[in-house]
């Protein structure tokens, strides 16, 4: 029992030996932690006229070869 209590606590020991800080959730950070905010919303233009390419092919084109 002492073994795998031992071998628990250092594997334990040996994960977390890269963490420097508490993890938290990015919706709830502690005190003094300010996460970077999101770009802003931009819409994409509208085409103002279609492609005249895609008007012509999106006709009867099963028929015609």
């Known amino acids: ?4 209590l031992c071998l628990f606590l250092s594997v334990l020991l040996i994960a ?3 963490q420097k800080a508490p993890l938290y959730f ?9 996460p970077p905010k999101p770009e802003p919303y931009r819409p994409l ?17 099963a028929g015609k070869k």
């Open 16 to 18: 977390s030996c890269g």
């Open 26 to 34: 990015r919706d709830s950070p502690p005190a003094g932690v300010k």
């Open 45 to 61: 233009p509208y085409p103002k006229e279609p492609a005249k390419d895609a008007a012509e092919g999106e006709g009867d084109t």
């Open 1 to 4: 029992m002492r073994l795998f």
